[in-house]
């Protein structure tokens, strides 16, 4: 069993940076590709980034892609999505997950954080 805890969100301006870390619980945690997943009001959830196991790839959704960091630290049990040049539509809710296939999806995300809001403002 993982337990997935998501951190770091909050209110910035359009243009400024925020960093979000997951911290997971449970030994096995260098054992699961890890992604951010966000939800925006109104619209379906979608895949923002991703690592695998060793952190030797990543993945990123194109409207992140240059701006998004996605990183993480199996010593700590934790990953991190560094978020730069922030936008208005980047305001959503942000999961991070566990999965155990590369590249990830969806059907085989064993784990999901609660969640955490980022707001951009204008």
């Known amino acids: 069993q993982v337990q997935l805890v998501e951190s770091g969100g909050g209110l910035v301006q359009a243009g400024g940076s925020l960093r979000l870390s997951c911290a997971a619980s449970g030994r096995s945690f260098s054992s699961y590709a890890m992604a951010w997943f966000r939800r925006a009001p109104g619209k379906e959830r979608e895949f923002v980034a991703a690592?695998?196991?060793?952190?030797?790839?990543?993945d990123y959704a194109d409207s992140v892609k240059g701006r998004f960091t996605i990183s993480r630290d199996n010593a700590e049990n934790t990953v991190y999505l560094r978020m730069d040049t922030l936008k208005v539509e980047d305001t959503a809710v942000y999961y991070c997950?566990?999965?155990?296939?590369?590249?990830?999806?969806?059907?085989?995300?064993?784990?999901w954080g609660q969640g955490t809001q980022v707001t951009v403002s204008s």
């Open positions: 997950a566990a999965g155990n296939s590369w590249p990830v999806a969806v059907p085989r995300i064993h784990y």
């Open positions: 690592i695998s196991w060793s952190a030797a790839n990543t």
